[in-house]
Nanobody
Framework: QVQLVESGGGSVQAGDSLRLSCTAS????????MAWFRQGPGQEREIVAY??????????YHADSVKGRFTISGDTTKNTAYLQMNALTPEDTAIYYC???????????????????WGQGTQVTVSS
């Protein structure tokens, strides 16, 4: 069993930066990959980024909408994944969710069904 808790959200101005954290507990040694998703008001939940976690192989992924601005990283010794968000815009306003996979895929893992464990989310609001 794995539990995920996000933190670091808040309200900022356009152009500002935020760093989100996701701390995992439970059977963390079984986690093969970690991800960040987001869901804006009235929108579908969408992939933001993912990375291998305690698994050899694969590479990090960043959605086109955030590539060059957001960076996923992690510290397995602290059981924590991060999402560094720079140059934020109002379009980035959403609830951001941390997710952990149960099984690793060698193809892309951009679908909701690719991820088994979910945190409760943290709100990010960006004002003009």
């Amino acid at each position: 069993q794995v539990q995920l808790v996000e933190s670091g959200g808040g309200s900022v101005q356009a152009g500002d930066s935020l760093r989100l954290s996701c701390t995992a507990s439970g059977r963390t040694s079984d986690i093969p990959a970690m991800a960040w998703f987001r869901q804006g008001p009235g929108q579908e939940r969408e992939i933001v980024a993912y990375m291998p976690w305690r698994w050899a192989g694969g590479s990090s992924y960043h959605a086109d909408s955030v590539k060059g601005r957001f960076t996923i990283s992690g510290d397995t010794t602290k059981n924590t994944a991060y999402l560094q968000m720079n140059a934020l815009t109002p379009e980035d306003t959403a609830i951001y969710y941390c997710a952990a996979a149960q099984h690793m895929s060698f193809g892309s893992m951009t679908r909701l069904r690719d991820w088994h464990y979910w945190g409760q989310g943290t709100q990010v609001t960006v004002s003009s």
